[in-house]
């Protein structure tokens, strides 16, 4: 079964940084794609950012230019570095990857960010 156990996140004033990790295991994370998404309440939840095996990479486009999405196989881990954080990037940040046809979900992290 696979497991997404993020770490990171917070409150941050309007221009900050803050760094989103989540580790997986369960999975042969070296030859999945992983994606970080994001929810606000009463809003479905949407895309941010996926990195795939090779290491490409694309982002919506809201934060093109200040998230960046990475990922360290060997610690089966993937980041998301968020900077020039703005009031409009505040949400509840999921991890995601889909494996052997099936979608799972890291616990969700809030991410603050305060005018």
């Known amino acids: 079964q696979v497991r997404l156990v993020q770490s990171g996140g917070g409150s941050v004033q309007a221009g900050g940084s803050l760094r989103l990790s989540c580790s997986a295991s369960?999975?042969?994370?070296?030859?999945?794609?992983m994606a970080w998404y994001r929810q606000t309440p009463g809003s479905q939840r949407g895309f941010v950012a996926r990195?795939?095996?090779?290491?490409?990479?694309n982002y919506t486009d809201s934060v093109k230019g200040r998230f960046t999405i990475s990922r360290n196989n060997p610690r089966a881990t993937v980041h998301l570095q968020m900077n020039s954080l703005e009031p409009d990037d505040t949400a509840v940040y999921y991890c995601?990857?889909?494996?052997?046809?099936?979608?799972?979900w890291g616990q969700g992290t809030q991410v603050t960010v305060l005018s």
């Open positions: 995601n990857t889909i494996w052997r046809q099936r979608n799972f």
């Open positions: 369960g999975m042969n994370f070296a030859i999945g794609t």
């Open positions: 990195i795939t095996s090779d290491g490409s990479t």
